[in-house]
């Protein structure tokens, strides 16, 4: 088992390392750099020069991929090209935000998914088992900006209950952080709960099928022990996936959500990374939303193993 | 508005401002003092009050701003500098410089060569009185090894020196008489001599910095006395960036900001009946929208095919479509009515499909036109050169619109294409609007039009300090430009800012929105 965890932490690396060179490829082929956008239409050949100069722009792309590499390891991402500030200060505090985000909604959306998964899967084929499909579908279906939209529209223009801005600021409160992003979390529990609702409900039928479940019945066993007791722990594998795959989108996917809350999280950080051409703000955030992404891979892969009796014996 | 009930009611709800309100009252044949008397009422207090938190919600900031004034490109951070800092020159409502930390001026014939006096008695932030070094020094960082977006139009400098610890003589490569327009740049701000910790600046202006989250919010708060008399009322300010229209919008409504900028031109009909809410219209001053030909590349070297293409263009559908109404027609130059200088009698230039085949048939041009455009030239403009291409086919001509990438378009497509879509913004003078777009010099003469005696005119216009001569030559300018070049100005759009009710002080002006970005010293709560 040690083994497959260290397998899973090393390719784990080795795709960060390669996330690294793709976005550096895909930053380096897009049309005008970080003297052109910074600049834009007053940019003269003459301060287009003296920009790309002071910033290093006229060498070769591997030595500044390099270059960048070899203090990335050490924890430096650099100053921005933008701005001269250090990256690794700008970002930390929207990171934080964003991690603050993504745990509210998983904190809300967890619990309620896999709950009414359950309920649903209990239920199979009753009205409930539809309403809870019918509503959390609808919520997927529609845009994501739509429904901060509408929650604005309602909670916070009309009723007043919520405000529109979901600004949080440094010398913020923690009570008033909770009330202020009450409604970007809810506009992401409603995008995120029908994945992993759906997944729960499905992998605990599907197990529901197999004949060693027939036969916790014929014991006599009441529906509800059943699918407690001998279903889920079976099941748990792919939904801890899902859960896992939903958290990472909490974390990397939320741009919209944050342009429609004025939310400063580190989607519109990148964003605006990219719109300027600043290669060290693209390539720290791309390291950051790739680690997320793997860490959350990695441990939902750790989590089945533990959590299934017959995948924790080493082979 | 023409009756004296309804009058009286947009004024009793805040719709108005003082100076519309008295205007209008007196076209009714109503007395000022029983028009102040109904404003008194209204709240709209002689003397601007005292105190209060004004929120500010505005839309161009971003993640990577700097109070660095050598970076400064959009209107969170102008409008931020001018909340803790004040420029050399200031520009009135109607668009003339007058004073700020440069008090006054003198000029010797020929226009080369100016004399500024150092306004006197004023502070830092830091206790230090202001003097001439402090100007000179704010001026210098703008000029050579730097990348300031203010060194193209400073390069005129010859000589700048401090004459006394009050004046400062500065000498033009050439003369200029709008040389204090210039001046006024934005960029401009006045810090104390060798300065340079930009995250604490130290500057004039009536509020301090309290804190910047770049992209977030930055937070004033008032530093008491400040030398402008009834200016600078807040207690505090608060400048959020609020980048997506409709959040600012949302924001104004719920009452958590108390002003934004940029409201949507589509939805701005429906907050104007918002009895809370009061919008500032400021007609025709903003960017000047436009299709720029080539004249050195064909077919467009023809200039008959210009003329085709400008009579060929449906300025008011566009309008109506793209913008909702909320922008003037361009009359193919890039002054805007509200310049001094704007030709009043020149007519202005029609849709007119018969017009257009006709130049299109004596210019005979059979080679196909491609017009390239994109929403990084402007968010509309695929949508503007759609509505173009409808409109000449109408007259018979047909023109291919090709939409580019956004991502690169200044550096890839700008000046380089034979024909494409393009922007400009405001220049405070005509000297600056000229030179910059159709100078021979310019490196932004994106038509490449260098008429000769369109050359001289601006040059002769440019030394010359009689008003009334300089306007005769720019009158000319502008038909020159408009009949002869390649630029295809379709519309000017209009500023819309929109405030709680009991915002004071938010007329329109000249310049910029926000009454010149300047809302946090001009503005007060009722």
Redesign the interface.
Known sequence: MLRTIVIRVVLGLLTLLAVSILIFAATEI???DVA?A????????D?LA??RH?LGLDRPGYIRYLEWFTHAIRGDFGA?L????DILT?MT??FENTMFLAGYAALIAVPLAVGMGIVAAINEGKWIDRVVNIVSLAAISVPEFFIG?LL??FF??QL?WF???S?V???MGFAERVHVVALPAVTLTLLVTAHMLRMTRSSVLSIMSQPYIEMAFLKGLTRTRVIFVHALPNAAAPIITVIALNLAYLIVGVVVIE????Y?GIG??MV??VT?R?LPVIQACGLVFAGAFIILNTTADVLSILVNPRLRKSR | MDNWEQLQQAALTGRMTRRDFISRAAALGIGTSLATGILAKAGYAQTPKKGGTLRL?MEGG?????L?PR?Y?DSVMIAASLTCMNCLIEFDSKGNPTGELFESWEVKPGAAEWVFNVRKGIKFSNGKTLDAEDCIYSIQIHRG???S?A??ILAQIQEIKALSPTQVGITLSSGNADFPVILGDYHLVVVPKDFTDWQKPIGTGAYTLE?F?????LVFKNRGDFWKPNRGNFDSVEI?????V??RT??L??G??DGCNRLDARTVKLLMKDPNLHVTRTKGTGNRFCFVARVTDPPYTNKDLRLALKYGIDREKIIESVYNGFAVPGNDHNLDALNPFYNTKMPQRKYDPDKAAFHFKKAGVSAPMELQTSDGAWGTAVDCAQLYQESLKKAGINLDVKKV?G??Y???V?LKAPFCA?YWGRRMSADQAFTQVFGDKS??NDTNWKDPTFQKLIGDARVETDNAKRKALYWQAQEMISDDGGFVCFAITDYLDGYSKKVRGNEPHARYDLNDNRIAEKAWFA
């Open positions: 897009l049309p005008g052109s910074v600049l834009g239409q007053g940019a003269t050949p301060t003296q920009f002071e921005a933008t701005n001269k500030r700008s505090p929207k939209y604005i529209f916070a223009v007043g405000p529109s801005l600004t600021f440094m010398d342009t429609v809350f004025v400063p519109q950080f605006d990374g300027k600043d | 919600g971003s993640p990577s701003d700097s660095d970076t490109a090894e730097t990348k977006p060194k193209g804190s989250e770049p992209g977030v919010r959020r960036n609020i980048q997506d409709a959040a949302s924001a409504q719920s958590e900001i990438s991502d690169g200044w550096d890839n700008w393009v490196d932004w």
